[in-house]
Every structure is written in C-alpha cells, then in structure tokens.
C-alpha cells in the first residue's frame, strides 16, 4: 500500500535523489517494523527489526523509535520534512505532528515554509492538501488556537522553538507549553502527549539534543522521531560523538559530487608568510584579498548570466568577526577612504547583538534582502548570528578572523555558502564555487580536509546499501521494427503484472537467413529514400508499385556478390520480402521530417553599437599572486597577471583579448572594439589611476574581454534578402536509443514504479505493446506514467534518440539540441510532448525548447498538408496533471502554439 503513496509523494513534490531516497528509507523502516505506528510495542523488538535493515543503525538514542536522515546542508532538509509529512497522512492516516526548531531563525522559517502560498511552501504539488492545507499550530498562537483544532483540517503541525522552551526550564520550571490552561479542558502538553499519532520531527537535532528542553519534550510520548540534520553528532570533552540512530546519511562529499552544492576552496596568497606581518596586517590583506576575489566573481556571474540569458546573481562577502567591538572596528575600516578609497561605503553591513530598537529592524531588513540584485550590500560581517536557517545563495567568499581551529573553520563556513543560485552547478568554476580567505589557515585547512574524518571526505567513511555501489553498463536498444523483422534478437521482457495484457514475444516476420539478409537490405536501401522527399514525400509512398519495383531492383543487385556461395540457398520470393518489410516499418515508425530553415539571397552579420553596461564591474588592482585550491577536487587555480607584452595604449589589452574570439572580425569590427574598450578603459580610471588600471588591464584581460563578449552577443545582428523552410528528408529512420544503466539490474514492467524512484534513470523498462522501441528509460516517474497513458490512448509512441529531430535553441549564445520527451501518434494527429514541473515551466530555457519544438510542429504541419499527412502538435504538459484518470483530450489544452 505504501508504496505508491511514496511514489506519488516523490513525484509531486519533484524531490531530488537523496530526499527520494530518505523517503524509500522512511517507507522501508515502517513496512519492517509495523511496531513504529503503535504505542502497544516492544522497544527492544522494533530496534532489533530495524537494526537487520540498516546498518548504520545501532540505537534509538530515545524512550521511543527516533531515526536520523543526515543530509548535507543545501540539499533540501525542509522539503523532505514536507515528505515525510504528506507521506505518513496519506499512507497510514497519521494527522498530528510536532515539529522542533533549533531557535528563532529557523522556527520562522519553518513556520512561512509550512504556510500557503508562501515561496518554498513545502507541500506545494500534494492535491490533498490544496483545498484543505494543514493547520498550522505554533509556540506563539497554540493558547488562541488549540481550541478549534480539527475543525479547519484534519491535519495539525505543531511547529515550536526548543531554545525558547530550553530558556523557560531553566530553574527546574516547567516550560509554558505544559502548564495549566483551558484548552480542551487540560493544558495543551497533555492533549498532545494524549494523541495515538502524534510524530515528531526534529529539524538540526544536534544543537539539542542532549538540552533540558529535549528532555520535556519527550515526555510528549510520540509515536516515533525523524530527526534531520548536516552533522549527525554532538560535541563533547572527548571530540564528536556521533549519533547511533541514522538510517540516511548523505554526506557533503556525495552533495558534492552529485553536484548539489559549491565546491569550496581556500584561499591564499603565494608564498604567503604570517610570521612576516602582525595580525593586523594579516586582517587588511586578507580583507583586500577577499574583496579582489568578490570583485572576479561579480564579473564570472554578469557574464556567465549574459552568456546563458538568466537572471543576474549578486555575490557578496561574509566577514566573521572576533565580537562585536571587532565587528563595529570592521565596519568602520571596510567603509573608510583607507580601504579601496572608500568604494564600499553604504555597501557594508553589521549583524550581531550589538543593534536594537529600530537600527535591528534596519539591520534585519537588509540582511533578508541581501539577495535582491537591488539591494547595495556586498559585505557582511557577523560574530554569531548566522548559523542553521539564514538560506541564501549568493555568498560566494567567505573572509574568517575569528581565531578558530580548521575544523571549525571548514564546518562553520562551508555551511553557510553552499546552496547554489541556479540549483545546479553551470561547469564554470568560479559560479560554481565557493571561497574562504584563509591565509594564516591555508596549510591547516587543507590538511584538514584530506583527513579520514573531514566532512569534505566522509563519502570515504559511509555505509550504504549493497547495492548502492552498483557497476553501471551501456545499452544500446534498436527501434522495435529490427526486432519484428528478425534482425536482432529481442530484447529480454518483463513479466506482466496483473490485469495486464501480456506481452507475447512476437514470431520474427522472417525466419530463415536469406530472408532476414533480404530484409536488411530492404532497410538500407529504403533508407537511401529519405533524401528522396519529391518521389517518396512519407514512407507510405514507399507502397506505390513502381517505388516496390525499384526497390527489389537495387536489392537484387546489392543481393547478387552474395549469392556466389557453392552452397545452394532456398529461393526466395523477393517481392513479397520487399512488400512485407515496407509494410512493416511504415507500421512500426512515425514520420519525422527533416526541417531546416535557411537564409536566402545575401547574408551579412555584424554587431549594433551600445554602451557597455559597468556598472557592476569594479575590479581592483593585485601585486600578489592569489592561490585558490579546491578542498573537495585538490585542483589549484591562481589569480595572478596574465604574461603578454606591454601595451602602449590600454584599450589594446581589451582589443587584443577580443580578437580571439571566432565571430570578431578585426578589419570589420575595428571601430566598435575601439570604443567598447575605450569605455571600458574610462571607467577603469574613474575610480584607479593610471598604473592601478594598467594593472588590472594587464591581469584581468581574458576576464574584461569575456564580459565585454557577452554583451555584444545582445547586440549582434544578422540579415538575409529571406528565409525558407527546406523539407530535406519526408521521414527519418528511428536512431537507436543508448543508455547508461545499473548492470545485472532486471528490466521492469512499465506500469511498476520503482522502489527508489531517485534511481530511475539507472532502470530499463519494458512490456510495451505500442511503444516503438521494445524498452525505454525515463529520466523521472511522471514520463513513467506518462507512458502508462500512451499505452492506454496513442496509435504509437516513443522517447526519442538524440539527433533525431535535430532541433536547436537559444540558450545565451549557446543553441544546444532539443530532444523532447515523447512522440506520440494519435487518430488526428502526432504529437511532440513535454512534461515538466509546474514551477519549472515559467523559466526560460523550458519557454526557450517549447518555442523551438512548436515551430517545429508548425513546419511539419504545413509540409503535411501538401503530402497528406497527419499535422504535428506540441504539448507542455505540469507533472502534476499526468494522472491515469485523465483522458487524452484532457492534455490538448496545454498545446503550445508558434
């Protein structure tokens, strides 16, 4: 039962691998101990079930069943509470949750993420919950509104702060939440504690774990813990003692890898020798350093936004500060006309105890909305105040003067910049990366990273599941028409699941060799009718009787080197091979045009004249050469001036940079690099002198050229007398499919949904009867049941291969593929299909597909009309709506028009 309402979870909620995977762990730990969901249990026995299913389980740590999912910071931990929430109500009935924050940053962010229509509302997709959202109870209303509990919705969350309940025990108090008050006529402890299905979950346990508070609150008596966390350990005299209840744990080395997170890196200069300068000159260089190292990577991420034509992503600095009066000391020098001549003044803000009153609010302000483009501040210095909850993403370099050991260094800072702006790494390092100024740490840093127990390297020290580390092969899957023919064997099927229709391997259509060597030949030789559009517009065309003759003609030929054999062959009848065959493809294929749209008369291109937009750009001058080494890869890159020859003029740096570029001509395009690097030369000295411009001139070139580049691509201009559609090729042959799969994995049925849907790009499925390739992968579980409903409605269907439409988009100055989901053939029409999460189908790149593939459709729809074919039509369906109650005319709305 549970594990569709898992599978249905995961989908709606678009969860990512590891969440997808936590959720499977959630389901597996109840479907093994049943115990969990009833108050009438044995401890020992529950714990005994459950310690044979994970490994890394050895105690519950609790008077009651408490299991820890350590995901790494950035990889989505209030989502997955989301799941676990909507998982256990729709699966088991459970109703009543309490949730525990570790201090008021959090519990406020809870408390909005739990909230309708908020932006990381966490049930956003769960239909159940859209008309009816649960009831949100909290620390602060739980007096006014415990009364009407149930009447608004069945489900109830309890959200509470444990620090403010740590502060009401001291003394031996009781906490507020349990004295006497007149709600359900006992205090509102008791009516909770009194629940058969209250669940708590624990969002960064570790910071309470062993706290008063803790200890009262388990006296609510739940059901059973979930307990989320990025360090799944507590502290001690003795060092780290890690938890013993965890069942999930993924690592900042796996975030890592699986490109979840920025890769971090420490930061140095050259050869840089602390005992050479006093600390207060080892605080200024690094300032300095780090402020250089902002400015690099406010040009990396203009460009990179220009390039790819996405939002523009505004970094600032985090500065850790020793304690307040250090952090007002700070404040004052990164504002002065000593530090940079003053360019950060108004740009800089202070966050820690020391504000009240309204300077608080202020302060509370511009930090919350530190990640608006608008917003001026580039740097922030704090001593205490950021830790779990403050989730943004756009620090990018971290500058640490707080004496700390490595250790510390690394998990404080790392967590505090990983989560990445676009929710995927780009490829480009510097977008991709996050920076610590680390100059008198650097050598200790690193080596701390590469110790056994680092959080950088602990994918070392993880236990999975056996079959976790599967080996992964390549499949390569021919259209189902080679098959039907005999050509290739076919492919191994799954066995059919009840009520299915099952799938008889079909009788090759040719038994015997020389027909199947026939066969082959009728495939390559029609094959040769692809360019042949004006005689063979469809492949139905190939039907007509002189095309039949025509054929057996070139196969007779192609036929006859091979016939020399002294072996005599049984004859065949050649003619039927050839009718047989034809009529067989044009059953098991769809007709895929060839479409290009080309320039006609004389083209010429070229780039409009503009002012280059600066104002972001204050990159500053650097004598010493900056070391960045990667913690994660070890992979070193340097700031450091780029060797090349002194140059008389300083626009020539910018110019000579330029013309490396493909689409620069020099003699076309002198004028305009002249005057874009004479702007850019002008705002250089507008805040430098001379040789400070020079300087940066000299070092930054490659950088100034690129950004200078990305621009010009917005201005870039290309004419022609008009344009045609050209129709090259009436109908295209099936490609082969090639996937990278889990080797010795057993293909699936199509209409089983796989046990970790997280793993589903690794898993073949099969069982089709109108799929035109025997078995398919699919990237998510809604193409999955996707294709449960073109089983059920479409004449015939398939994912398509790479290069088989040759569909191209812009994305920036890039025009990467389009390969659609689905292509399915209906009575009226054929369809090229999407589907996409709801969120996702307003971003440009998908907008950016959907206009290439419906126009595409559009040109293949008017060359139908002229051969007599069925139109094309595009469709951009939400996950959300790929439900099997729906009928096929339900999705014609979502059809895309060019």
């Excluded at 459950?50 to 790494?72: G, I, K, N």
């Excluded at 205490?384 to 370099?397: H, I, Q, R």
């Excluded at 025509?550 to 091979?577: G, T």
Aim: with cysteine; hydrophobic share 40%.
């Amino acid at each position: 039962m549970s594990a569709r309402e898992q599978h249905y979870v995961a989908g709606r909620l678009s969860l990512r691998p590891p969440q997808a995977e936590s959720l499977a762990r959630l389901a597996q730990a109840l479907d093994a101990a049943p115990g969990m969901r009833s108050h009438e249990r044995e401890l020992d026995v529950v714990l005994a079930t459950l310690r044979a299913e994970f490994a890394t389980l050895e105690d519950f740590e609790r008077d009651f069943p408490s299991l820890c999912f350590a995901l790494a910071t950035g990889v989505g931990k209030t989502r997955l509470m989301g799941a676990f929430v909507a998982y256990l109500h729709l699966a088991y009935g459970i109703d009543n949750f309490f949730v525990l924050a570790p201090n008021l940053t959090i519990y406020n962010k809870l408390i909005a993420d739990f909230t309708p229509n908020t932006p990381k509302y966490v049930f956003k997709g769960i239909a159940e919950f859209a008309q009816q959202s649960p009831e949100i109870i909290t620390g602060d209303n739980y007096e006014e509104r415990g009364s009407s509990l149930g009447l608004l919705s069945p489900v109830t969350i309890n959200i509470f702060n444990i620090s403010k309940i740590n502060s009401e025990v001291r003394g031996g108090k009781e906490p507020r939440i349990k004295r006497m008050r007149e709600v359900l006529g006992d205090s509102y402890f008791n009516y909770l504690a009194g629940l058969d299905d209250l669940v708590m979950l624990m969002d960064e346990s570790h910071r309470y774990r062993a706290s008063a508070g803790v200890r009262s609150i388990n006296e609510l008596k739940p059901l059973f813990g979930l307990e989320l966390t990025a360090t799944p350990f507590v502290e001690s005299s003795r060092g780290p003692v890690p938890f013993r209840n965890v069942v999930m744990d993924y690592p900042l080395a796996r975030a890592m890898d699986d490109g979840f997170v920025k890769e971090p890196a420490a930061v140095t200069q050259r050869n840089f020798d602390a005992r050479a300068h006093t600390p207060d000159e080892i605080e200024k260089i690094k300032l300095e350093d780090g402020v250089r190292l902002h400015e690099a990577t406010k040009v990396e991420l203009l460009t990179y936004a220009r390039e790819n034509d996405v939002p523009v992503v505004k970094p600032f600095v985090l500065v850790i500060a020793r304690d307040t009066t250090h952090a007002g000391q700070l404040l004052a020098l990164l504002e002065s006309a000593a530090f940079f001549e003053g360019r950060y003044a108004g740009k800089v803000i202070q966050v820690d105890s020391s504000k009240s009153g309204k300077d608080e609010e202020e302060m509370i302000a511009r930090l919350l909305a530190v990640e608006s483009v608008d917003e001026p501040t580039e740097i922030v210095i704090h001593v205490n105040m950021l830790k779990e909850g403050w989730d943004v993403t756009n620090l990018y370099t971290i500058v640490p003067l707080r004496a700390a050991n490595a250790r510390t260094l690394i998990e404080q800072s790392i967590g505090r910049g990983l989560r990445l702006p676009y929710g995927k790494r780009t490829g480009v390092a510097a977008v991709d990366r996050l920076n610590i100024v680390a100059h008198d740490k650097f050598q200790e840093i690193i080596d701390e990273a590469n110790r056994g127990d680092s959080p950088i390297r602990l994918k070392q020290l993880i236990l999975d599941a056996p079959d976790r580390d599967e080996r992964k092969t390549s499949v390569q899957v021919p259209a189902s028409v080679d098959e039907r023919l005999g050509l290739v064997e076919p492919a191994i099927q799954p066995a059919a699941m009840n009520g299915d229709r099952r799938v008889v391997p079909t009788q090759p259509l040719f038994t015997t060799e020389p027909e199947r060597r026939a066969a082959r030949m009728v495939m390559d030789v029609i094959g040769t009718y692809e360019v042949r559009s004006a005689e063979v517009p469809t492949r139905g065309a190939l039907m007509q009787a002189d095309v039949q003759r025509e054929i057996a003609a070139q196969v007779a030929e192609r036929l006859k080197p091979m016939q020399s054999s002294l072996l005599p062959e049984p004859a065949i009848d050649l003619s039927d091979v050839v009718a047989r065959t034809t009529r067989l493809l044009i059953d098991q294929t769809i007709d895929i045009p060839r479409i290009a749209v080309v320039p006609k008369g004389e083209v010429g291109t070229g780039f409009h004249p503009f002012v280059l937009d600066v104002a972001s750009l204050h990159l500053q001058p650097s004598e010493r050469e900056i070391v960045i080494q990667n913690l994660h890869t070890h992979a070193q890159e340097t700031m450091a001036a780029e060797q090349g020859f002194h140059e008389e003029r300083l626009e020539d740096y910018i110019v000579h940079a330029l013309v490396d570029y493909d689409d620069i001509d020099y003699e076309a395009h002198a004028d305009l690099l002249y005057e874009l690097a004479g702007q850019m030369v002008r705002h250089l000295s507008s805040y430098l002198s001379e040789s400070e411009a020079r300087s940066v001139l000299n070092g930054s070139r490659k950088l100034i050229a690129r950004e200078i580049h990305a621009q010009m691509q917005q201005h870039f201009w290309t004419r022609a007398t008009s344009y045609e559609v050209q129709v090259s090729r009436g109908f295209t042959g099936l490609r082969p499919s090639t996937y990278t799969v889990a080797e010795n994995q057993p293909v699936l049925h199509f209409r089983e949904a796989p046990k970790e849907v997280g793993r589903i790009k690794q898993l073949l499925f099969g069982g089709f009867t109108r799929c035109l390739y025997p078995l398919q992968r699919f990237d998510s579980d809604t193409e999955r049941r996707f294709a449960v409903i073109l089983e059920r409605d479409a004449l015939k269907w398939f994912k398509p291969a790479k290069r088989q439409f040759q569909i191209y988009y812009k994305q920036g100055i890039e025009q990467p593929e389009y390969v659609p989901d689905f292509a399915a053939e209906m009575g009226d029409a054929i369809f090229m299909v999407e589907t996409k999460a709801r969120d996702d189908i307003t971003l440009d790149e998908v907008k950016a597909k959907a206009e290439a593939g419906s126009r595409w459709c559009r040109h293949a729809s008017e060359y139908a009309v002229q051969v007599g074919s069925k139109p094309w039509r595009y469709l951009l369906i939400p996950h959300d709506e790929v439900v099997e109650s729906k009928r096929w005319g339900d999705y014609l709305r979502y059809q895309v028009n060019s």
